[in-house]
């Protein structure tokens, strides 16, 4: 009910703001026009004079498509530059695209201070408004970067800990979904991706704050619709012309205020974290405590510690990158498990033979076969189109292409990339263990492990694993490479394999849409269903 209200209230406040900004626009364009008045017309110049308003009128509403049909027009651009940088206009900003290893290395190679991922991250979420009057730097890195040592160090050390008590708290909750779900025309009918948001949403909470505040259903309950909040309080601003950011932004993160009672949580206990280490560092004892809130704490500069306030706004947009891209992306694989059955019964065989225990002790490493599906499945509809997005904060060229100014953006066409025969073999077919190891499949299928027909016969796909960055874009680049990714595959493996384990899967309409876009994004109909058996129930 409140994400309907708020979805009606962003969708009127986008419509309002889409106007204003293309009479904004329009308006800013025509007086420019008028106003280049040094040179004699001609003719020719009257003519284009003329023609300017309706090309520029063409090219905007190009650029407020691209909100709907983001996607489509990236593919399109890219279809059309082969491998060369290209430009999209979106409706506040250009972006040039790039699709070449040589140039993705080229903004790898730039400093922070030229091109910014957490200048592009500022203004997809307008912190200022959506986190409790947070504002970033642009510049990443100038207050210490203790979230990626806590993501790529401590909470990828800490997976053996961790994931029994994950893959037990998410089995208890499917159990418990399922059982509340309806029966329609004398079939039990799911919801796919409510049940995925939630799941995803208690193992990220679990893993990050700990137990307790999983059990806080004040917290969970804002923190799950903070995602929708903050998408749809930065999207209106982000269209809105500058001027109205700051009474508008006011205004709604007034009213759609999620934020507020994940930071009122939030804030005593990390003031209590600073308080026990503290005294810790006296010798008192303190408990022992594992979680991210203490590893940001312990990760910051140790020139200047972190106050509560600012662990806690690290926290907010940790748990905004981490819950909804983890969600869509598991939710597409579980649809291609439906889609492409043939292959659930080589891996149900895989988790059953290698077992959850060997999983744990990996760290989430094993199930080589499950890995190749989940990267296939985010080859062929990967959520985002676009991905190593940096704002540029001085102006920047390529070596041998185009360059842009201070505020736009550059980027990689990562769905492009994946889906281009250039990158893959037979891009178009879905190959659920293109990835695996030949040797590892050859021998499953000497032991009949899997069927013959399911080892891919592709010339330049080598073995790579779902985490690896070499060779696709769907983590980014280099140094910016998500930090939280081996993370994301375990949970997301322990989510397919809980589905795969605990139920046969079959989507109630296979042919119906799945998804729809916003901007570079695709996100799964929350109306998509599945028909659920319980395997004991099949046999
Ligand atoms: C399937 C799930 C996920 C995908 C596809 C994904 C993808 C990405 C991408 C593309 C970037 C930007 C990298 C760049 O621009 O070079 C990124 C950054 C980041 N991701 Fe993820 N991510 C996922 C899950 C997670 C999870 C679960 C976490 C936390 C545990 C996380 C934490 C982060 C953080 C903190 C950054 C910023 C890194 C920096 O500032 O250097 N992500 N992610």
């Not at 007034?254 to 009122?264: A, H, P, T, V, W």
């Not at 149900?348 to 225990?357: C, L, V, Y």
């Not at 999983?359 to 509809?381: H, I, N, Q, V, Y």
């Not at 375990?490 to 989510?495: C, G, L, P, T, W």
Request: proline residues 6%; charged residues 20%.
């Amino acid at each position: 009910m409140l994400l309907a209200q708020s979805s009606t209230q962003a969708f009127e406040a986008i419509l309002l703001s889409s106007v204003a900004a293309v009479l904004f626009f329009g308006i800013q364009s025509a007086v420019h026009a008028s106003s280049d008045k040094t040179r004699a017309p001609s003719t020719s110049r009257i003519l284009s004079l003329c023609l300017a308003p309706v090309a520029l009128f063409k090219r905007r509403a190009r650029a407020w498509m691209f909100l709907i049909n983001g996607p489509e027009q990236i593919q399109e651009a890219y279809d059309k530059a082969k491998g060369k940088p290209f430009f999209v206009d979106v409706p506040e900003n250009r972006y040039l695209v790039v699709s070449s290893w040589k140039h993705i290395k080229e903004i790898d190679a730039a400093p922070d201070s030229v091109l910014s991922l957490q200048g592009a991250a500022k203004e997809i979420l307008q912190p200022k408004y959506t986190m409790s009057s947070f504002n970033w730097l642009d510049k990443r890195g100038a207050e210490g970067t203790p979230l990626i040592r806590t993501l790529r160090t401590m909470l990828t050390n800490h997976l053996p800990d961790v994931l029994p008590d994950i893959r037990r708290a998410m089995s208890g909750l499917l159990d418990g979904m399922y059982a509340s779900h309806p029966v329609i025309n004398g079939v039990k009918t799911s919801q796919l991706y409510p049940m995925v948001i939630k799941s995803i949403s208690h193992s990220n909470a679990l893993a990050f704050f700990g137990e307790d505040l999983v059990k806080n259903e004040k917290f969970m309950k804002a923190a799950t619709l903070f995602i929708e909040q903050t998408l749809l309080i930065a999207e209106v601003l982000r269209l809105l012309p500058k001027s109205f950011s700051n009474p508008i932004g006011k205004f709604l993160s007034s009213r759609l205020n999620s934020s507020k009672i994940i930071f009122d949580t939030l804030h005593p206990i990390a003031a209590e974290r600073i308080d026990e280490w503290a005294k810790a560092k006296l010798g008192y004892d303190v408990p022992e405590r594992k979680d991210c809130i203490q590893w940001v704490m312990e990760s910051a500069p140790k020139a200047k510690p972190w106050t509560a306030e600012r662990i806690v706004y690290e926290l907010i947009a940790l748990w905004f990158g981490s819950v909804h891209i983890t969600s869509t992306t598991v939710c597409f694989a579980l649809h291609d498990l439906c889609l492409h059955p043939e292959y659930v019964e080589p891996l149900r065989k895989e988790i059953e033979t290698a077992g959850w225990d060997k999983f744990d002790k990996s760290g989430g490493k094993c199930f080589p076969l499950l890995d190749s599906f989940m990267k296939e499945s985010a080859r062929l509809t990967p959520v985002e189109s676009v991905s190593t997005r940096r704002m540029a904060l001085q102006p920047f060229q390529l070596s041998d292409g185009p360059k842009i100014d201070v505020g736009q953006w550059v980027c990689t066409a990562a769905r492009g990339m994946m889906n281009d025969a250039a990158f893959f073999a037979s891009p178009d077919e879905f190959h659920g263990f293109r990835f695996a190891n030949p040797s590892l499949l050859a021998s499953a299928a000497e032991k009949n492990l899997i069927p013959a027909g399911l080892v891919p016969e592709l010339t330049n796909s080598a073995a790579s694993a779902f985490t690896d960055i070499s060779d696709w874009q769907l983590w980014g680049t280099g140094k910016c490479a998500c930090p939280g990714r081996y993370y994301a595959s375990a949970v997301m493996k322990i989510m397919l394999g809980l589905f795969l384990t605990k139920y046969d899967m079959q989507l109630t309409d296979r042919d119906a849409s799945r998804h729809f876009a916003w901007r570079t994004f695709i996100y799964p109909y929350e109306g998509t269903t599945a028909i659920l058996t319980p395997r004991e129930e099949a046999a």
